[in-house]
């Protein structure tokens, strides 16, 4: 499978978080079929698959949800012999994600007041490519991940 | 699954000179979507009496980094009460997700219910963060 370039799955749906778990469940079945190929990624990184792409979902409604933009959140799947790719692209105010503060030690105190902030660094950790294309008409995420 | 939270009373016999308490099974995804529910039923314990909390995660399929924001969430709130929270998370793949975040460090993730029961009422000095 190394030939033709493999085909995107696209889905859009609406930037409300009823639509979390289709997501996860139309990428992560994608990436567990590969279109009738080999899969590439075993079940442990189908699962990693499935949480960069609800982290990136989540903060694409969120951004959404800032500015009460209703237009539907776009998710781009492409699955290819040695790996997957996935792209989240909203229509929210855009971000500078080299802004975004770094949480507190998790054994002090203070770390208890922050319940959010963990989606990017989760992304981070767990895709092989994490990038991020953001302007004031929106953002698009891409995420890679590759067999562990 | 249909995300949904049950409630029972912490077995009488196993809190004998404990708090009042609660356990809440948690099914289902624990996501944006399932959040509030778990914050609504951490806030009725609370607002209700109960000081010990062990949250079930046995059932859960998924979480997120917002399904672990609420039960940080859920631990500020009852140590703001003088209480806790234990945590069941038998699965690996959810105790993957709390040790990636380095949540293992403030939680200790239970096997079952009685192990949870069994350390809060040993008086086990609470791990990480205090409120």
Do not use: K
């Not at chain 1, 692209?89 to 002090?108: I, K, Q, S, W, Y």
């Not at chain 2, 380095?102 to 008086?123: T, Y």
């Amino acid at each position: 499978m190394t030939g033709r370039p493999a085909d995107w799955i696209e889905l859009a749906v609406p930037p409300t978080p009823e639509y979390l778990q289709l997501v996860r469940a139309v990428v992560g079945a994608a990436a567990g079929s590969s279109a009738g190929a080999v899969p590439c990624l075993d079940p442990g990184r189908v699962a990693d698959l499935r949480l960069v792409v609800s982290e990136a979902v989540t903060n694409a409604i969120e951004a959404q949800g800032s500015v009460g933009v209703p237009d539907r959140i776009l998710i781009r799947c492409r699955v290819e012999f040695d790996h997957v790719v996935v792209e989240v692209a909203d229509r929210g105010p855009g971000f500078d994600p080299d802004a975004v503060a770094d949480l507190p030690d998790v054994e002090t105190p203070e770390r208890l007041r922050h319940e959010s902030g963990l989606g990017v660094a989760l992304m981070q950790r767990l895709a092989d490519g994490a990038a991020v294309e953001s302007g004031p008409d929106g953002t698009t995420v891409r995420l890679t991940i590759r067999p562990g | 699954m249909q995300f949904d939270v049950h409630r029972r009373d912490l077995p009488r016999d196993e809190t004998v000179g404990g708090p009042a308490g609660a356990v809440l099974i948690v099914l289902g995804d624990l996501d944006m979507a399932g959040a509030p529910g778990l914050r609504q039923a951490v806030v009725a314990e609370v607002t209700a009496g109960s000081r010990l909390v062990v949250l079930d995660l046995t059932a859960v399929d998924f979480v997120d980094s917002v399904g672990l924001g609420v039960v940080v969430g859920a631990l500020r709130r009852l140590r703001a009460h003088d209480g806790d929270l234990m945590v069941v998370c038998p699965a690996p793949r959810i105790r993957q997700v709390f040790e990636l975040c380095d949540l293992d460090r403030v939680f200790d993730l239970h096997v079952d219910v009685e192990a949870a029961v069994d350390a809060a009422v040993n008086d086990a000095p609470p791990r990480g963060m205090s409120a």
